[in-house]
């Protein structure tokens, strides 16, 4: 320790910040020093946490003042912790804080900016860094805004990062819960209240592991002060690519015990389902493979749901997969299973997921996020319907069936190279598109309805809360870029803020602003393409033979799916220079049904060229 001698100086000493007790009423501000001026000179000695700094004229005091006159030998001691204390240790002439006189051995709080005076020397405490900035703690309708943008540059830039829900199950006795808070983030993460003792963070750049260690650090320090959190976390894009799928993802997590949502599906079902039902029944009597498309939250897993539900696999199991949440590293092994020894900690042999699902239906969830280098292996299975386990020699059969969803345009992702022609073909036996909400609004009355009462139910509300006619007027209004889940997302947190009715104020104006048009996309309907019969099966499926135009939903052009799949044949035909097996081959389809579609098209057949 240095001592204080009329020469300047300054000590080495240093406070870790991040060790810091939190049990107090006041929580000491980050790195501290003493500022220590007599007529000897002006020096400094910076304070560690959990010491102590005795003060006076003996030489054994870490702080040694020159003055026999007024001071005594050892005169006062400073106490560093969570706060910082000192307290006159009996001396004859006493110790002021201001112009108040310390009564001998009472611990007394100082804080940044006190001049404590000890006979000719006055010590000032101060911060030994600049005041740090006030963190803000926005409202969820601007964290949803700062969140969406996040998840934007993270898609361009192929970074990651995370969110934290916090909701406080027991207040700390202090009630220092957005200092525990802040104390535990770092300066550019963003915090926001969700609801009452419920909070939100946005954790810029961490992965799943960093994203623990802060979630761990925030539960301990919270144990300190008496206080107990249930925190829920989300990282992108393993947990979600879209503010409401991450919103909800985190929440579900510290509200694990949420009651069936059968009101909300039957509402989905009454809906746009109903609309697409004709198709939906036709299409779930074949093996044909689905793809679904429709933008983020519109539905997709619920139809996927329908379709296995009315169809003859329905007793057997449906496989939902993630296809941007499996970790590329361990998926080949997840999906088609491995063999004993087959790599190291391969101690017994494991079926894969495909295997699991034997007889009944797989759900490719998010299909356009599934890494080229898997894509392969994929259509290996579409084609065959056989699976070789990691580290086997001989492929095993599967009977399944394929339905996959995407909200991006696979044939565009096929033409830029992001994803597998034949791939595409393969999967897409027929397309099913999802209109988003906002050409849905009639639906959201039962919907919102639905979601009120479920949310209600999770909250322990005896009653249902009503719902404003302002407040259904905006929910009418809005766009609904998130589409079904996000409505869910504002329902359950204005359920949570109301007491009784759910007002404009409850729901997040900032967010629900005005929004731009979306201009209209790009992406067509895929053509409902013939059906690859499986080598087991030499029946054509009646189902698909049935179909006529009235079977289809009002949003499939009939007219400009014909034109489109005959614009498919020929392009596929030139690209092979007339040869049919190639072209059927990568339009997905067989060589029989490539003619019987040259007939129907009245294309004619390519000729071998002739030799003279």
């Known amino acids: 320790m240095s001592k204080f001698d009329g020469k300047l100086g300054e000590s080495p000493n240093t406070l870790n910040t991040q060790s810091l007790s939190l049990d107090a009423q006041r929580v000491a501000p980050g790195p501290l020093r003493l500022l220590i001026a007599g007529e000897q000179g002006v020096s400094t000695v910076n304070l560690t946490e959990g010491g102590t700094i005795t003060i006076g004229r003996g030489p054994e005091c870490e702080v040694v003042l020159d003055d026999d006159l007024r001071v005594s030998r050892r005169h006062a001691v400073i106490f560093v912790g969570a706060q910082i204390e000192i307290s006159d240790l009996g001396s004859t002439n006493g110790t002021k804080v201001g112009e108040r006189t310390l009564p001998p051995n009472e611990r007394v709080v100082i804080d ?96 799943e592991a960093e994203a623990e260690a802060t979630a761990r650090k925030i539960r301990e320090r919270m144990e300190k002060l008496g206080g107990s959190v249930r925190i829920g976390s989300a990282i992108y894009p393993s947990s979600g690519r879209t503010p409401e799928d991450l919103v909800a993802r985190a929440g579900r997590m510290i509200r694990p015990d949420v009651p069936s949502d059968s009101r909300g599906m039957k509402a989905l079902e009454e809906g746009a389902m109903a609309r697409l039902e004709p198709m939906i029944r036709k299409v779930a009597q074949g093996m044909i493979n689905v793809i679904i498309l429709g933008e983020t939250g519109v539905g997709k897993e619920v139809m996927a749901e329908s379709l296995h539900a009315l169809s003859p696999r329905a007793a057997q199991p449906l496989l939902r997969l993630n296809c941007a949440a499996l970790a590329e590293s361990l998926m080949e092994s997840e999906l088609f299973g491995h063999e004993k020894g087959a790599f190291t900690g391969a101690h017994n042999a494991k079926p894969g997921l495909l295997e699991t699902a034997q007889g009944g239906t797989v759900f490719l969830d998010e299909v356009g996020e599934m890494p080229i280098s898997l894509q392969a292996k994929l259509l290996r299975v579409l084609e065959e319907r056989k699976v070789m386990r990691v580290g086997a020699i001989k492929p095993r059969p ?215």
Not at 512 to 522: E, F, I, V
Not at 531 to 539: A, F, K, N, T, Y
């Open 398 to 612: 599967i009977d399944v069936r394929f339905i996959a969803a995407t909200n991006r345009d696979l044939e565009t992702e096929a033409e830029s190279g992001r994803f597998r022609a034949d791939l595409f073909y393969r999967l897409n036996g027929i397309s099913l598109v999802i209109p988003p909400l906002r050409e849905r609004l009639d639906e959201i009355d039962n919907l919102v309805d639905a979601f009120i009462t479920s949310a209600a139910k999770q909250v322990g509300a005896a009653t249902p809360p009503r719902l404003s006619s302002e407040a259904l007027d905006l929910l009418k209004r809005y766009s609904w870029p998130g589409n079904i889940r996000e409505l869910k997302n504002v329902v359950e947190r204005a359920v949570l803020l109301c007491e009784g009715v759910i007002e404009l104020r409850h729901l997040p104006a900032e967010k629900m602003g005005r929004t731009l048009q979306a201009a209209p996309s790009p992406r067509r309907p895929y053509p409902p393409s013939a059906m690859e019969i499986p080598r087991r099966h030499d029946s054509p499926d009646p189902a698909m033979h049935e179909m006529s135009p009235r079977d289809s939903t009002e949003k499939i052009d009939t007219a400009s799916q014909v034109r489109i799949e005959r614009d498919r044949i020929i392009s596929a035909l030139d690209e092979c220079a007339g040869n049919q097996t190639r072209a059927a081959k990568m339009l997905g389809i067989s060589r029989r049904t490539l003619v019987s579609r040259l007939e129907q098209f009245s294309l004619p057949r390519p000729r071998k060229p002739t030799i003279s």
């Open 112 to 207: 940044t900016g006190d001049a404590v005076t000890i006979g000719t020397t006055v010590l000032v405490l101060q911060s030994a860094t600049a005041p740090k900035r006030p963190r803000r703690l926005l409202d969820h309708g601007y964290f949803e805004m700062q969140l969406e943008e996040e998840c934007a540059r993270a898609d361009a830039s192929g970074t990651k990062f995370a969110i934290l829900r916090v909701l406080i199950a027991t207040k700390p006795k202090s009630g220092q819960i957005e200092q525990v808070l802040d104390a535990s983030l770092r300066p550019m993460d963003v915090l926001a209240c969700y609801a009452p003792d419920e909070f939100e963070i946005l954790l810029i750049g961490m992965d």
